[in-house]
């Protein structure tokens, strides 16, 4: 994606040699493509990162503004793909959450359908919110739209995108320190995508995947369980720790990192990476 820029470090009115630099291409580049110049031979995956680093950096130019919407919409867009099952507990609550809080700051939340959305042109919102994407299926997503796309529950290294997911290693000493009887302490998960799984059994002695009732322990085995979900935790008869108001703080990380991405408010690497 480029050279690694660190937002904070900018001061005064963003040129086009910022741009360039940052997006590791020529001073021509970022000219041709901004200004729309025919006859130039520009990869769309290098127009693409032109865009992208324009934006993130606050780039304004006649072009810029058609490409990143002429006017606001005051709508958030969030994007499902593939939730079911208890997962769809967890995630009707953030999003319901999501709505709360958006409406306090005046912007109205959809939810839109993954393949639909990534279809679509043009920018029908002011930014999205993805809900348990795979990196790639998130790359594929956020590369064709030219607003703010906010990641919740997937992983990836990018300062382009704000990402929010769970901070297992703090949930997982809570849980130690909450159950001290058990000697291990098990992961019991709504499905994630598997960066994210990844992730929980690096900390975690175990990690299950709960897709439905059916998959939960029934048995008393000496073992402890962890969960960032309540509606897995209320039908336990074992000892369990329940991160508590996970999907809140998602949804309030969420809703300052879509503000901050829209306003254009400078933040650095590291707090594009947000840990619940």
């Known amino acids: 994606m480029g050279k690694t820029t660190d937002t904070t470090a900018r001061k005064g009115r963003v040129t ?8 590791d291409v020529s001073i021509a580049t970022v000219s041709y ?6 006859g130039q031979s520009i990869s769309e995956e290098t127009r693409k990162k032109v865009f992208q680093f324009a934006n993130l950096l606050g780039y304004e130019c006649n072009v ?18 593939n939730v079911e099952g208890i997962g769809s507990a967890y995630y009707i609550k953030l999003i319901t959450e999501l709505t709360r809080l ?5 912007r109205a939340l959809r939810v839109c359908d993954y393949t639909a959305e990534l279809e679509r042109t043009g920018a029908p919102c002011d930014a999205y919110i993805t809900l348990g994407l795979s990196e790639q299926d998130f790359r ?5 739209k030219y607003v703010p796309v906010v990641a919740i529950d997937t992983v990836f290294e990018d300062l382009l995108f704000y990402r929010i997911n ?13 159950l001290p009887d058990c000697e291990e302490i098990t992961l019991l998960t709504h499905p994630l995508p598997e960066e994210c799984l990844a992730g929980a059994e690096k900390v975690f002695d175990g990690v299950t995947v709960i897709r439905s009732l059916r998959d939960l322990p029934t048995e008393l085995s000496g073992t402890g369980y962890a969960t960032q979900s309540r509606f897995i935790a209320d039908f336990l008869h074992c000892p369990v720790f329940c991160a508590k108001n ?6 309030s990380a969420a809703v300052e990192a879509v503000n901050k991405a829209i306003g254009r408010v400078d933040s650095s690497a590291a707090e594009h990476n947000i840990e619940i």
């Open 102 to 106: 958006f409406a306090e700051h005046n």
């Open 246 to 251: 996970s999907f809140e703080l998602k949804a």
């Open 140 to 144: 594929m997503f956020a590369d064709t």
């Open 166 to 178: 769970d901070d297992f290693a703090a949930m997982y000493q809570a849980a130690k320190k909450e």
């Open 16 to 23: 086009i040699k910022d741009v360039a630099s940052a997006a």
């Open 33 to 38: 493509v901004l200004n729309n110049k025919p």
């Open 64 to 81: 810029m503004a058609r490409y990143l919407a002429t006017g606001k919409t005051n709508t958030v867009a969030v994007v499902v793909k």
